[in-house]
């Protein structure tokens, strides 16, 4: 059986997108996504939890950052890769 590495997140930007160009001349972009979590807790209230995802993409998804800003609400789709 072949593993499946894929994740999609709805959320909202922390901050403008950075935009870099490696030496080879290859967009690279890098942000930080808020993703809000309501849910009701034992005593029934109603609680909040915000996981922060940071994302990177290259080539023409970065070049496409430059449209969107702080706060704006985004999807992204793409693959979990851990750093260290």
């Known amino acids: 059986m072949t593993d499946i590495n894929n994740i999609?997140?709805?959320?909202?930007?922390?901050?403008?997108?950075v935009l870099n160009h490696s030496a080879s001349g290859n967009c690279l972009g890098s942000f930080t996504l808020a993703s809000?979590?309501?849910?009701?807790?034992?005593?029934?209230?109603?609680?909040?939890?915000?996981?922060?995802?940071?994302?990177k993409v290259f080539g023409g998804w970065a070049e496409s950052l430059d449209q969107h800003h702080k706060g704006e609400q985004v999807i992204v789709s793409g693959r979990v890769r851990t750093e260290k």
């Open 8 to 17: 999609t997140v709805t959320g909202r930007l922390v901050s403008e997108p």
């Open 36 to 55: 809000n979590y309501r849910f009701t807790n034992r005593l029934g209230e109603m609680r909040f939890e915000t996981a922060y995802v940071p994302c």
